[in-house]
């Protein structure tokens, strides 16, 4: 089955304490992007991908981090969380132009994170 | 820069009846534009996509979204909606398939 997963779902962490949230598609797309969920707000991408090595900052990057070492695998790196980044996590993925689907965005089912 | 703005943050209405979402948006270049949907407790799904050609889009469940590139609109419409419509709908616009800007969201509430 064509998906993007993400774990974990749900994460409750202190602040500081560095974190990753993993992120993995099975689709062969080019790109792929983290966005964040809060309420009222809608979604903001913190960064996105556009293949192997090749990253590029959303609209509200501090704070995190992400590489991309292998097209299927793009995680999302807190090295020091903070309550404000307490929020709904998706990732995506998307196929490049060329396709029926092209830049569609198929999200992953989200991971929710809390910061105390 | 580009920026989406969705009119309605909420939009409650009785099955059967029609339905409109407003989106405009905003850019200095061309760009994509999408529907995307969020059922609750669930990630976002595409709904309908405006890449080029005809301006008027459908989806498979009635939903249909028409792009005005003088009005930098792209709403979206269904002219009788369900109760499974409930949702939160999204308007986004892309550059290409990497930075993409979302709108706020609008909460459609189908009521009996």
């Known amino acids: 089955e064509a998906q993007v997963t993400q774990n974990p779902r749900y994460l409750i962490t202190v602040t500081g304490k560095k974190l990753t949230v993993t992120c993995s598609q099975n689709?062969?797309?080019?790109?792929m992007s983290w966005y964040r969920q809060d309420p009222g707000l809608g979604l903001r991408q913190i960064y996105y991908?556009?293949?192997?090595?090749?990253?590029d900052k959303g609209d509200v990057p501090e704070g995190y981090k992400v590489s991309r070492k292998e097209k299927r695998n793009f995680p999302l790196i807190l090295e020091s969380p903070s309550p404000n980044q307490t929020s709904l996590y998706f990732c995506?993925?998307?196929?490049?132009?060329?396709?029926?689907?092209?830049?569609?965005?198929?999200f992953g089912p989200g991971t929710r994170l809390t910061v105390t | 820069a580009q920026s989406v703005t969705q009119l309605d943050s909420q939009v409650p209405v009785f099955e059967e009846a029609p339905v409109e979402l407003r989106c405009n948006y905003s850019?200095?270049?061309?760009?994509?534009l999408f529907w995307y949907v969020q059922y609750p407790n669930q990630g976002l799904q595409l709904l309908l996509k405006?890449?080029?050609?005809?301006?008027l889009v459908k989806s498979i469940n009635g939903f249909e979204a028409e792009f005005n590139k003088s009005q930098t609109s792209f709403h979206l419409r269904k002219p009788s909606v369900h109760i499974s419509d409930t949702a939160e709908y999204f308007c986004?616009?892309?550059?290409?398939?990497?930075?993409?800007?979302f709108g706020d969201g609008t909460t459609l509430t189908v009521k009996p």
């Open positions: 995506a993925s998307s196929p490049s132009r060329g396709t029926q689907s092209s830049y569609e965005q198929y």
């Open positions: 405006y890449l080029s050609g005809s301006t």
């Open positions: 689709m062969n797309h080019e790109y």
């Open positions: 986004a616009v892309s550059l290409n398939a990497g930075k993409s800007t």
């Open positions: 850019s200095s270049v061309s760009v994509y």
């Open positions: 991908s556009m293949n192997v090595e090749a990253t």
